[in-house]
């Protein structure tokens, strides 16, 4: 098993073959249009819905209460994302899926069953409580679900570990949260309206403290049990296909275990919602965050581990690994980059970080077996983006690197001194290769490249 990747060949194209003539049904615009479309059409269903129950006062009232919350949710797991943050369109589209098409579904199924069971025992109130606490769950979670598993499934690549669970589950179940909420907060406004209570004794009040002050985190808790199963699947490797179904169906049976708890809290007594409250949602909110903030401390564990590999081949600066694990330095490096090139140059090193990290998570993965068989495809790819990007990172992370405390005790992964290189001369170009008398590159007798090339074939194939 070798223990290096691929000695670099300067790219001077877009990396990747010649692709096939796709059908017309495969195209991309073709299924960005479709699902657009779809929760467009969705979106508009449920909105006409949402205000034929809560009237249009009521609606605007609900809509402009529930949406508080929304932005510190979506930063929270923005930020939680930061190590290797997945593309927008992907929290758009959960976002998207849990508001509309999840939301849909919910309300149609809920109020079909709980129609259903209501006429079979001819006990309408029985019905409610059946709804709440046993098809509520099982409905909302799994629609909510079925947004992580079409990321999982189609967007394969973003889809990587623990940490990607949690945030596109709990960015969907913000967003389905964000339409219950609305009609929730319209419901008990056109409630006040017919009883004439105002202020703090309202319907109003009270549905918004326990809704957005106490619980805006009840939805996304729940289904983050759901992301947790999928994103612990991500890291199995690709013949386990019994762990790859049985651990996001356990965690969506947790999922549906711990929403109807918090449903079936009402039904413990006057004080059962703060009971269960202060047992199951505060302690499970607390374990889970822990987790998660531990995964992420792990995955700059990785960063620091994996790609001192590539400085040996020459394709990063000795300080890269180093620096792209700490994520105080990593923001030095954006910061260097605004103030000298502006927008343009710390976007570029924002990308170069994200591409560094998702290629030592692909060399990760490859270690221990579970890479897929696109591998030596990916790991090019992502070697070809850096190297296009290299010029506004290295002169940004040698910043950073400068201006850590671990400067002065060596890098802490076995090269002691840090290892200098020259500035960019004015041969420096956004082309591809190496610049004349730069030593940063994977040139004959550069101080920390190799001397020989590596094979080209996957290093990780047994």
Same mark, same amino acid.
């Given at each position: 098993?070798?223990?290096?990747?691929?000695?670099?060949?300067?790219?001077?194209? !877009?990396?990747?073959?010649?692709?096939?003539?796709?059908?017309?049904?495969?195209?991309?615009?073709?299924?960005?249009?479709?699902? #657009?479309?779809?929760?467009?059409?969705?979106?508009?269903?449920?909105?006409?819905?949402?205000?034929?129950?809560?009237?249009?006062?009521?609606?605007?009232?609900?809509?402009?209460?529930?949406?508080?919350?929304?932005?510190?949710?979506?930063?929270?797991?923005?930020?939680?994302?930061?190590?290797? !943050?997945?593309?927008?369109?992907?929290?758009?589209?959960?976002?998207?899926?849990?508001?509309?098409? /999840?939301?849909?579904?919910?309300?149609?199924?809920?109020?079909?069953?709980?129609?259903?069971?209501?006429?079979?025992?001819?006990? !309408?109130?029985?019905?409610?409580?059946l709804g709440a606490t046993v098809i *509520? !769950?099982?409905?909302?979670?799994?629609?909510?679900?079925?947004?992580?598993?079409?990321?999982?499934?189609?967007?394969?690549?973003?889809?990587?570990?623990?940490?990607?669970?949690?945030?596109?589950?709990?960015?969907?179940?913000?967003?389905?949260?964000?339409?219950?909420?609305?009609?929730?907060?319209?419901?008990?406004?056109?409630?006040?309206?017919? #009883?004439?209570?105002?202020?703090?004794?309202?319907?109003?009040?009270?549905?918004?403290?326990?809704?957005?002050?106490?619980?805006?985190?009840?939805?996304?808790?729940?289904?983050?049990?759901?992301?947790?199963?999928?994103?612990?699947?991500?890291?199995?490797?690709?013949?386990?296909?019994? $762990?790859?179904?049985?651990?996001?169906? #356990?965690?969506?049976?947790?999922?549906?275990?711990?929403? *109807?708890?918090?449903?079936? #809290?009402?039904?413990?007594?006057?004080?059962?919602?703060?009971?269960?409250?202060?047992?199951?949602?505060?302690?499970?909110?607390?374990?889970?965050?822990?987790?998660?903030?531990?995964?992420?401390?792990?995955?700059?564990?990785?960063?620091?581990?994996?790609?001192?590999?590539?400085?040996?081949?020459?394709w990063l600066a000795p300080g890269d690994?180093?620096?792209?694990?700490?994520?105080?330095?990593? $923001?030095?490096?954006?910061?260097?980059?605004?103030?000298?090139?502006?927008?343009?140059?710390?976007?570029?090193?924002?990308?170069?970080?994200?591409?560094?990290?998702?290629?030592?998570?692909?060399?990760?993965?490859?270690?221990?077996? $579970?890479?897929?068989?696109?591998?030596?495809?990916?790991?090019?790819?992502?070697?070809?983006?850096?190297?296009?990007?290299?010029?506004?990172?290295?002169?940004?992370?040698?910043?950073?690197?400068?201006?850590?405390?671990?400067?002065?005790?060596?890098?802490?992964?076995?090269?002691?001194?840090?290892?200098?290189?020259?500035?960019?001369?004015?041969?420096?170009? /956004?082309?591809?290769?190496?610049?004349?008398?730069?030593?940063?590159?994977?040139?004959?007798?550069?101080?920390?490249?190799?001397?020989?090339?590596?094979?080209?074939?996957?290093?990780?194939?047994?």
């Amino acid at each position: 098993m070798a223990t290096s990747p691929p000695y670099p060949t300067y790219p001077t194209g !877009p990396a990747g073959g010649t692709l096939r003539h796709a059908h017309w049904w495969q195209k991309r615009w073709v299924r960005y249009g479709a699902l #657009s479309t779809l929760l467009a059409l969705s979106g508009l269903v449920i909105l006409a819905l949402v205000r034929e129950q809560t009237g249009t006062e009521g609606f605007l009232v609900g809509l402009g209460l529930a949406v508080l919350p929304v932005p510190l949710l979506v930063a929270a797991f923005r930020w939680l994302d930061r190590v290797e !943050p997945g593309p927008w369109r992907n929290l758009l589209f959960s976002f998207a899926w849990g508001a509309f098409a /999840a939301a849909l579904i919910a309300i149609i199924a809920n109020s079909f069953a709980t129609r259903w069971i209501a006429t079979a025992t001819a006990d !309408p109130s029985h019905a409610d409580t059946l709804g709440a606490t046993v098809i *509520a !769950p099982v409905v909302e979670e799994t629609a909510k679900a079925a947004a992580v598993l079409l990321v999982f499934l189609f967007r394969r690549r973003d889809f990587t570990g623990i940490v990607d669970g949690v945030v596109i589950a709990g960015v969907t179940a913000t967003g389905f949260a964000f339409t219950e909420n609305i009609l929730y907060l319209g419901t008990a406004f056109g409630t006040d309206q017919l #009883s004439g209570d105002r202020g703090i004794a309202s319907v109003t009040a009270a549905t918004f403290f326990v809704r957005v002050i106490m619980s805006p985190f009840a939805h996304p808790l729940f289904t983050v049990l759901t992301g947790i199963g999928f994103g612990i699947a991500a890291l199995s490797g690709p013949r386990q296909h019994v $762990r790859r179904v049985l651990l996001p169906l #356990s965690g969506l049976l947790l999922a549906m275990g711990m929403h *109807a708890l918090w449903n079936g #809290s009402s039904a413990f007594g006057e004080f059962g919602f703060f009971a269960v409250y202060a047992a199951f949602m505060v302690p499970t909110f607390g374990l889970l965050s822990w987790l998660v903030i531990w995964t992420r401390q792990r995955e700059l564990r990785t960063v620091r581990e994996e790609l001192p590999a590539y400085v040996v081949a020459g394709w990063l600066a000795p300080g890269d690994p180093f620096a792209l694990g700490s994520m105080r330095a990593r $923001r030095m490096a954006r910061q260097y980059a605004r103030r000298r090139g502006g927008r343009t140059a710390a976007r570029a090193v924002a990308q170069y970080e994200a591409y560094a990290t998702s290629l030592a998570f692909l060399r990760h993965r490859g270690r221990r077996g $579970r890479a897929g068989a696109d591998f030596v495809v990916r790991e090019q790819e992502l070697l070809h983006e850096l190297w296009g990007r290299r010029g506004f990172a290295r002169p940004a992370l040698e910043h950073a690197v400068a201006a850590q405390p671990w400067r002065t005790h060596g890098h802490g992964y076995g090269y002691g001194t840090p290892v200098q290189w020259q500035p960019y001369g004015p041969g420096h170009a /956004a082309g591809y290769g190496p610049t004349q008398g730069a030593t940063y590159g994977p040139t004959q007798g550069a101080p920390y490249g190799p001397t020989a090339p590596y094979p080209a074939y996957n290093p990780y194939r047994t």
